[in-house]
């Protein structure tokens, strides 16, 4: 997967489709984080200036649970935001991970979650020190668990999938690895659906006491040896990513209709670094945007056409955009 800056980045979709209504009804409940949902003015987002991306695809598109949403708003950060997702209506769930280079915040205070790929996940099922991970057996709660957890400053790498159960209504999920798959991680929190015709100034938190969630459940035994110390197997078909999620007082990005003028830095990722290439001896070579835009045309060109980098690094046309001309 790629991601891409939120300038402009309307102008591949093409006809922007109308929207309907999106969300159908408030969902926000009182510990909710975030502006209230009723004060929320037309054109204006809780995300603007702030610097989470969207992860695209290999070919530039949103990923497939939220093609439908991408092509109604126009806009892939905001259908990654917002929604709705494709997901069959058989619910959804979302890990957050500490990323390089961006402040955690508040995630490392509440990390609860622990993947299917370590011993401790295996031999504990309260195991709660690699992630943050929520999710729902209905689609609607997206939105409002993304509004919630993004305005707690719940910084870091997001990876949401499709499915929560492993049967709804006696059929089998179309999502071999849902979260009570036991493939995924030891246990999850669960945001539940606020009815339309629900009080909403009743509800306190939606995330608790209503006893549906994942909770220490852990990893399916039988998989121990598989899956230990190897990357996770989830189906990128019905998953997607976001990048920087969460607010920062210095907020970090421009703003999500491409407004912002290309001097406020939203294409470039100054603290960050880039894979350039690997030394005979092993080491890897990382560079800043800085130190590429130094280079000579020629250069530029050749270190903005690489395509691969090592797991979690990033490569120079997906960090320095201004640079490579991919804004």
């Known amino acids: ?22 969300p159908q009804y408030d969902q926000q409940c009182r510990d909710d ?12 987002k809780y995300y ?6 969207p992860v695209l695809d290999s070919n530039g598109q949103c990923a497939k649970p939220l093609k439908k949403a991408c092509k109604q708003h126009g806009v892939p950060l905001n259908a990654y935001l917002e929604g709705p997702i494709g997901c069959k209506k058989q619910g959804w769930y979302c890990r957050i991970t500490p990323q390089k280079g961006w402040p955690p915040q508040a995630l490392t205070g509440d ?52 499915g929560w159960y492993k049967e709804v209504d006696g059929k089998k ?7 009570y798959s036991r493939k995924i991680a030891n246990r999850c929190d669960y945001r539940r659906l606020v009815t339309k015709n629900e009080d909403v100034t009743k509800c306190r938190d939606a995330n608790e006491e209503h006893g549906l969630g994942f909770d220490d459940i852990g990893c399916d035994p039988r998989l121990k040896k598989k899956q230990i110390n190897k990357p996770l197997k989830e189906n990128d078909n019905v998953c997607w990513e976001m990048q920087y999620f969460g607010f920062s007082e210095g907020g970090g990005g421009g703003s999500d209709d491409g407004g912002g003028s290309e001097d406020e830095g939203e294409c470039e990722d100054e603290g960050g670094k880039f894979y350039l290439k690997k030394k005979a001896n092993g080491s890897l070579v990382q560079k800043t945007c800085a130190w590429l835009r130094k280079k000579t ?8 056409k690489k395509k691969n980098a090592p797991d979690d690094m990033d490569v120079a046309k997906t960090l320095c955009w201004k640079t490579c001309d991919t804004c």
Not at 297 to 304: D, N
């Open 48 to 53: 603007d200036n702030q610097k989470v991306i």
């Open 111 to 162: 990390l609860n979650a622990g993947w299917c790929n370590s011993t401790a996940s295996f031999s504990d099922a309260g195991y709660d020190r690699d992630g943050h991970c929520h999710g729902s057996s209905d689609d609607s709660t997206y939105y409002w668990w993304i509004r919630d957890h993004f305005n707690r400053e719940y910084n870091g790498r997001v990876r949401c999938c499709c």
């Open 297 to 304: 045309k020629g250069q530029i060109a050749k270190y903005c």
């Open 173 to 179: 999920s179309p999502y071999p690895n849902s979260m």
């Open 1 to 22: 997967m790629r991601f891409y800056s939120i300038v402009t980045i309307s102008l591949y979709l093409g006809c922007v489709h109308a929207i309907k209504k999106w």
């Open 33 to 44: 984080a975030g502006p209230p949902f009723p004060d929320d003015k037309k054109g204006k």
